[in-house]
């Protein structure tokens, strides 16, 4: 887990195409996963209405807020990258970088980013 204090964050599935343009195969695998079973997707989902969502952690970091402490995590599914935040807590088991979750609750758009808080989560293998 990271501070996200000047941090550069990268994506774990990155490489070079043919063509040597950056490819990220892990977000095609994502995209195809999500239309191949009609599932709802980050890109999709409505604001204020409850949703179940799947996908990708990217990122995971402790971001205080309001002097409390506020796990951040950005799920993302292919098409879009949802903010996850978890207030009052510094870490939750199973919670890292490149795993698979499906999380639920009320999506919604705070200084202008895709977030949930608190959502429910379910880890996948």
Same mark, same amino acid.
């Given at each position: 887990m990271s501070t996200g204090h000047g941090e550069r964050r990268r994506s774990l599935f990155r490489g070079r195409g043919r063509d040597g343009q950056l490819v990220d195969q892990h977000t095609?695998?994502?995209?195809r996963d999500h239309a191949a079973? /009609? #599932?709802?997707?980050i890109a999709e989902a409505p604001d204020r209405e409850p949703v179940e969502?799947?996908?990708t952690l990217?990122?995971?970091t402790l971001q205080p807020r309001g002097g409390a402490p506020a796990l951040q995590a950005e799920l993302s599914d292919g098409t879009g990258v949802l903010t996850l935040i978890w207030l009052g807590r510094r870490s939750i088991r199973g919670?890292?970088? /490149? #795993?698979?979750?499906?999380?639920?609750?009320?999506a919604g758009v705070q200084d202008g980013v895709r977030v949930m808080f608190n959502p429910r989560y379910e880890l996948r293998p």
């Open positions: 095609s695998d994502l995209r079973v /009609g #599932r709802v997707t969502l799947f996908g990217r990122a995971v919670i890292a970088a /490149g #795993r698979s979750i499906s999380v639920s609750g009320r």
